[in-house]
């Protein structure tokens, strides 16, 4: 019979694993184990953080809905358990969904305040995870200063914790950051760090991952013969990954293959890719792959299939609302219709590129200044906290003070009381040793009279 002790063990064991070196998909089965012996125990805690772990295995799957419920589920059981990190994590996996519905501001706010409490508590793997998310809804807004600061406090945090797998993660991001810039030198000094990490942890999926983006940055530097002996190592394993994967793959084989002038074999590959994307859903994945047989036709003087590609590229760009995408599009329309002596049409999708260009310019304008906005309106709500707080803490010392002073103010009171209690004892002593029939006496005594004969009643005053 499994007792409490074990079942902590387990919980414990599995959150560590997630969060240093393990893929998560690996302890699947051990999750589900885990949350079923949780509940049979009855033991709340348990029950609510294996939760969070079942909502990271949907997350991981691209599930956000199923992930949403279980987050929420775990949260109010966490709340309950007053359990602080497993809210913070549930907090978190509720951030992404509104970040993928678009809500940049909400999930600003929300991400910041689960960092600040991440830091408020110590919760060093939450706090690394919140300045990833905030890079990279500061890439959206193409701050790439804050962008980098976020992604250097996260890569600060992993590094001095053990997070081996979020290291790797954060230099995929990078990667891709300089990649888009095309500063393909920083590029690949990241992603060559990510695979190190992945084969020390003998993460073989996210190892060939890191070597296709790897062969990517190769084939954009023009340097054909690495990324050919890169292909040769990855088809070895090629089986580890995802279909979706697996056609990036294939898209990397086809640009070797169009490289070579072998246009044939690189038409059948990129067709093979789109066929996966298609299957998949991958709506933009198969935009890019039009706009690279277009490119490739470009190359041959091949204007009627280039108009082709550049066409349904266009198209898919539309499905999948990518403004980048679209803008790609129309260039390359211009630039078949160009090669084919349209010039009718070429100038029409080059006025097209301009707007679209113009149109996304404009875009990125408002995202800075709306990622601007949210900075002011959240340090603008920090500094009211902060004034509130500063109140408070006036209000109490003010207290405080005023507090010492009664205090002072009922001794100097006591000893006062005690002075009087005592002169008049000794005055009564001295009136018995002198005679009676004095007027002076006489007098003295019926002053005494008025005296209290008991010293003040403290108990009562203490109730005042």
């Excluded at 697996?246 to 059948?268: F, H, M, P």
Aim: proline fraction near 1%; charged fraction near 30%; charge should be positive.
């Amino acid at each position: 019979m499994i007792n409490f002790s074990e079942a902590q063990k387990r919980v414990e064991y599995l959150e560590s694993a997630i969060q240093t070196t393990v893929v998560l998909i690996d302890l699947a089965e051990e999750i589900l184990s885990v949350e079923k012996l949780c509940r049979k125990i009855k033991w709340g805690a348990g029950v609510a953080r294996s939760l969070v772990l079942r909502a990271y295995l949907e997350d991981s799957y691209g599930r956000i809905e199923n992930s949403s419920k279980l987050y929420r589920s775990a949260r109010r059981i966490a709340v309950a358990e007053n359990l602080e990190r497993s809210v913070l994590d549930c907090d978190y996996g509720l951030s992404l969904k509104i970040i993928l519905s678009g809500n940049i501001r909400q999930a600003y706010f929300f991400v910041k305040k689960t960092l600040e409490r991440s830091f408020k508590i110590g919760y060093t793997f939450r706090l690394a995870y919140c300045n990833l998310n905030l890079g990279g809804i500061s890439q959206r807004a193409a701050f790439e200063e804050e962008t980098l600061n976020f992604y250097e406090n996260a890569l600060s945090i992993a590094r001095q914790n053990g997070y081996k797998k979020l290291e790797s993660a954060i230099y995929d991001e990078l990667s891709g950051l300089f990649l888009n810039k095309e500063n393909y030198e920083v590029a690949e000094r990241y992603i060559r760090k990510s695979a190190v990490i992945n084969r020390q942890l003998d993460h073989i999926s996210n190892l060939l991952k890191s070597e296709i983006r790897l062969v990517t940055i190769l084939l954009a530097k023009n340097d054909l013969r690495k990324a050919k002996q890169k292909l040769e190592q990855i088809r070895k394993q090629q089986k580890e990954v995802g279909p979706v994967t697996q056609g990036t793959l294939l898209l990397c084989e086809a640009r070797v293959s169009w490289k070579q002038k072998q246009y044939s074999n690189a038409e059948v590959l990129f067709r093979h890719a789109h066929t996966i994307f298609h299957n998949y859903g991958r709506v933009s994945l198969i935009a890019n792959t039009y706009q690279q047989q277009c490119e490739m036709y470009l190359s041959t003087k091949n204007f009627k299939s280039a108009i082709k590609y550049a066409s349904l590229s266009l198209s898919s760009g539309q499905k999948s609302q990518d403004n980048f995408l679209i803008a790609e599009s129309y260039k390359l329309l211009y630039e078949s219709n160009k090669l084919a002596g349209n010039p009718k049409q070429s100038l029409r999708y080059l006025e097209k590129y301009n707007e679209t260009r113009k149109s996304n310019d404009l875009d990125l304008l408002n995202k800075r200044l709306e990622f601007i906005e949210l900075k002011t309106d959240y340090e603008k709500q920090q500094a009211e906290i902060d004034e509130e707080k500063k109140k408070a803490e006036m209000l109490r010392l003010e207290l405080e003070q005023k507090e010492r002073e009664l205090t002072e103010k009922t001794r100097h009171l006591i000893k006062q009381t005690e002075a009087v209690a005592q002169f008049r004892d000794d005055l009564r002593a001295i009136l018995r040793r002198t005679p009676g029939d004095d007027p002076l006496v006489k007098d003295v005594k019926e002053r005494l009279k008025s005296f209290p004969e008991e010293q003040l009643n403290w108990i009562e005053f203490d109730k005042l």
